[in-house]
Structures are given as structure tokens and as C-alpha cells.
């Protein structure tokens, strides 16, 4: 079992009054307190000032002084009684017991400690008083320990919080330099930002051959192909980046976020894919936006023996590749707000 630590207790009083004093140390260290008396505790050798005000007092809970004629007019006991002292112990949570010899004593003490409660101690009354003297000693130093023990917990838990706070900010900092943020910062709102687009959609008839339709597409836009819709759409880009461009793996394609703003143009009609058309016209080139930030890079790409000498020089002999860079970007996109569900819409009708 751990026992359980006594309260200490320093003991005031006049060199005059030791006599009484011993019996109440005595008695103090039979109820099971540790009581702090000048002549037991002092070392041999050592200034007797400095070791009451500096290791005596400091290390009770409890103070007990034991006012009389002989201690009012000690000097020794006026520095106990000293003010600013007197503060230090109520900083440090230190509780003063007073007792007096007599109650006529009280009027002889200065004001302020005149306001304290002062119950009367003497050899007529001690069998009365010293179980109470014990019950208030273990009263006061059973609310220092709560006291002392709150303020522990009150401690940890603000050091908790700045741990917690502390390690936020080193994984945010660890993540990303600061150049990566505030650059990827500055890209983000460009990025983000609404565009307006217009669609023709061109209704296909179920008598047309799978030729015919793809014909019927390629020639939307043009004056003298069938009769074509136009509507008005405003496409959030930066929703379109996170939900389409974002999940390409190695190479941007212009086609998937046409087909993607196409797909939501249709549904925001409330048409079908199977039954109706639509050509996007954006004012923007995805694949010009990607290199603007260094998100792709150009690779050159020779083309094969057998390819026709004509196609090759139509081709371009270089193709875009995503970089880590995009992949970074990304990564600071989801962390910061979170994944993109794919079912989100990236168009809605434009008033105008």
C-alpha cells in the first residue's frame, strides 16, 4: 500500500512559549501531521533566518501561528507576520492558522490580520481545542491538494492543447513548403473562376444509321447542316479541374472535358445522349491553362516507320505529359478541400 503523505506544518511562535509549543508538536506528530519546529529542523552551522524563510516555510501547506505576549513582540514573528509574505503565502495556496493565547491579544495585532479568524489556544483549553487545531489542519491541506491537483490538470490539458495545435501546424508544414502554398494558392484562384459557354444541341432521329449520326455531328456549327439549338451555359472551371482534369492519369485530354461539360448540358436539358447532340464551344484552351502553371510538359514523340509520310507531317511530333507538379497540386487540392464527388454537375444555365 502507498502511504499517504502528513501534512506539513510550520509552527510560529516565541523562543518563551517552546514549552507549549513541544506538547503541541508532540501531539501534532501522534494525529499523524509533520509538524515544522526551528529546534528540530534547524541545521547545525546554517543561518537559522535563511532556513526558516527559505526552506521552512516554503515547503508546508500549513502555517500555525501561535500568538502571545512573548511572540507580538518578537522580531522573528513580525517577519513571519510581514505583509508581503503574508501574500506569497496565499499566492502559493499556504493556509495560516492563528491562534491566540488570549482573546485580548487580537486588538494588540495590526488591522489586517485583526479581519482573520483567530480562535483562542491555551493549556486551560487545549484538550477542547487541539482536535479541532487537527481537523483544520487536515481540512486545509486537504483543499490544497484539490487545489494543487486542478491546477496540475488545468496545466496539462492547456499543454495538450498546445501539442495538438503544435503538431497541426508542423504536419500542415511538412506537407507543403511555404513556396508550394502560396504558389499553389495563387494558381487555385486562377483556376477557379466561372466561364461562360454556349452549346448546340441537334436532336438525331432514330432512322439514322450510326454514320449518319456521327455525320450530323460533325457538321454542328455549320449554317447549312440541320437546325441546331443554341443555349447559354456558365461552367464553374475550377469544379471542372477537380472533378475531370484532376483525374487523368498521364496525358490532359481536351475530349474528356468537352465530353464532360457536354454530358452535364444535356442533363441540365433533361435530354438524352442517345437522342440528342451537343457541340461545346469554351472560351479557353485546357491544354494552354496546363502548361501556363508547368502542369504538363512537351515530349517529343517520333512517329513509327510505317506511319504515312503525308499523316506525320500533320501530326505533331510532340505530345503533353503530366508533371509532378500536377500531381502535387492535387494533392494540396484534396487537402485542403477535401475529395470531389464525380456526380457533381460543373455547368448551370446562363441567365443571358
Known amino acids: 500500500m502507498h502511504s499517504i503523505r502528513k501534512p506539513r506544518v510550520f509552527l510560529s511562535h516565541s523562543k518563551r512559549d517552546v514549552e507549549f509549543i513541544r506538547r503541541l508538536d508532540s501531539d501534532l506528530r501522534a494525529a499523524q501531521c509533520d509538524p515544522w519546529l526551528d529546534e528540530i529542523e534547524l541545521r547545525s552551522g546554517q543561518p537559522w533566518l535563511d532556513q526558516i524563510f527559505g526552506s521552512g516555510i516554503p515547503s508546508c501547506e500549513i502555517v500555525l501561528c501561535y500568538v502571545t505576549e512573548n511572540s507580538i513582540e518578537s522580531a522573528v514573528f513580525k517577519q513571519e507576520m510581514d505583509a508581503r509574505l503574508l501574500e506569497r503565502l496565499q499566492n502559493a495556496r499556504v493556509s495560516l492558522l492563528l491562534y491566540v493565547a488570549s482573546s485580548d491579544l487580537r486588538s494588540k495585532l495590526r488591522l489586517d490580520i485583526q479581519r482573520l479568524q483567530m ?10 481545542s487541539f482536535p479541532r487545531i487537527v481537523a483544520e489542519i487536515w481540512r486545509s491541506y486537504a483543499e490544497s491538494i484539490v487545489l494543487s491537483s486542478i491546477e496540475a490538470e488545468r496545466v496539462k490539458r492547456l499543454e495538450a492543447e498546445l501539442r495538438v495545435k503544435e503538431l497541426e501546424s508542423n504536419a500542415t508544414a511538412t506537407v507543403f513548403t511555404a513556396s508550394e502554398n502560396a504558389e499553389f494558392t495563387i494558381i487555385w484562384s486562377q483556376l477557379d473562376r466561372k466561364l461562360r459557354a454556349t452549346a448546340e444541341v441537334l436532336q438525331l432521329t432514330k432512322s439514322e444509321t450510326p454514320n449518319e449520326k456521327s455525320e450530323a455531328l460533325t457538321q454542328l456549327g455549320n449554317p447549312t447542316a440541320r437546325q441546331a439549338n443554341n443555349y447559354s451555359f456558365v461552367v464553374d472551371f475550377g469544379l471542372l479541374f477537380r472533378v ?6 498521364f496525358q ?34 485546357v491544354d494552354a491553362e496546363l502548361l501556363r502553371y508547368g502542369f504538363v510538359q512537351r515530349q517529343y514523340a517520333p512517329s513509327s516507320a510505317n506511319e504515312n509520310r503525308v499523316v506525320r507531317m500533320m501530326q505533331d511530333p510532340f505530345k503533353l505529359m503530366f508533371t509532378s507538379k500536377f500531381d502535387r497540386f492535387g494533392f494540396w487540392i ?10 457533381v454537375s460543373v455547368v448551370v444555365p446562363s441567365d443571358a
Open 119 to 128: 480562535p483562542e489556544l491555551s493549556v486551560r483549553n487545549y484538550a477542547e
Open 334 to 343: 484534396e487537402h485542403n478541400f477535401g475529395a470531389c464527388e464525380a456526380p
Open 252 to 285: 490532359p485530354s481536351s475530349y474528356t472535358v468537352k465530353d464532360r461539360v457536354r454530358r452535364d448540358v444535356l442533363l441540365h436539358l433533361g435530354l438524352s445522349s442517345s437522342e440528342f447532340a451537343a457541340s461545346i464551344d469554351m472560351p479557353i484552351d
Open 244 to 249: 475531370c482534369i484532376l483525374s487523368q492519369k
